[in-house]
């Protein structure tokens, strides 16, 4: 038995297997940090600057099959469009998109928000219901927004900028 362990040793040395070897990325936009700042307060406010984790396997595999922290730049209902700490940009499905709850849950504790788990039931304790939104995918807050209507729909804060004023001067 020895001998059989010593003969599989030695042709394992000789012929490794590796995994195979991670796709080459495909080109993508490389944009700077996006200006946008937005700490989410309630089901269904959601705006560009959200900080978002993607579920694994929500990007190209280039980048790897594990959860990765996003930065919201356009919301949409067929595709997001995020943008990665590598500066590129990605268009994903709004199911694939869950909110990172640390600036949530830190703006509410500094609002005087003391308990978000309702502490009576088996581990892991579930969210109070006020709070079950920080679980909710992308879709799910998309969902409330459009059930809300166009009241909750933002204007462009910059268009006025761009507006032309007429002058005198010839």
Same mark, same amino acid.
């Given at each position: %038995?020895?001998?059989?362990?010593?003969?599989?040793?030695?042709?394992?040395?000789?012929?490794?297997?590796?995994? /195979? /070897?991670? #796709?080459? @990325? /495909?080109?993508?936009? $490389?944009?700077?940090? @996006?200006?946008?700042? *937005?700490?989410?307060? !309630?089901? !269904? &406010?959601?705006?560009?600057?959200?900080? +978002?984790?993607?579920? #694994?396997?929500?990007?190209?595999?280039?980048?790897? &099959?594990?959860? $990765?922290?996003? %930065?919201?730049?356009?919301? !949409?209902? /067929?595709?997001?469009?995020?943008?990665? &700490?590598?500066?590129?940009?990605?268009?994903?499905?709004?199911?694939?998109?869950?909110?990172?709850?640390?600036?949530?849950?830190?703006?509410?504790?500094?609002?005087?928000?003391?308990?978000?788990?309702? $502490?009576? !039931?088996?581990?892991?304790?579930? +969210?109070?219901?006020?709070?079950?939104?920080?679980?909710?995918? %992308?879709?799910?807050?998309?969902?409330?927004?459009?059930?809300?209507?166009?009241? *909750?729909?933002?204007?462009?804060?910059?268009?006025?900028?761009?507006?032309?004023? @007429?002058? &005198?001067?010839?």
């Amino acid at each position: %038995m020895a001998a059989l362990a010593e003969e599989l040793h030695q042709y394992h040395q000789a012929h490794p297997h590796y995994p /195979p /070897p991670r #796709p080459d @990325p /495909p080109r993508r936009r $490389r944009r700077q940090r @996006p200006p946008y700042v *937005h700490t989410p307060s !309630g089901p !269904g &406010d959601i705006r560009p600057g959200t900080w +978002l984790w993607v579920k #694994p396997g929500g990007l190209h595999p280039a980048w790897g &099959d594990i959860h $990765r922290l996003v %930065m919201l730049t356009r919301l !949409g209902s /067929p595709y997001c469009e995020v943008w990665l &700490d590598d500066t590129t940009t990605h268009r994903l499905k709004p199911h694939l998109l869950i909110l990172e709850r640390t600036s949530s849950v830190s703006a509410a504790r500094a609002a005087g928000v003391t308990t978000f788990v309702d $502490r009576a !039931g088996l581990r892991p304790w579930p +969210l109070l219901p006020e709070w079950q939104w920080l679980n909710w995918s %992308m879709a799910e807050h998309l969902a409330r927004i459009e059930a809300e209507g166009p009241a *909750h729909r933002l204007d462009p804060v910059q268009e006025s900028l761009f507006v032309s004023v @007429p002058t &005198d001067r010839p």
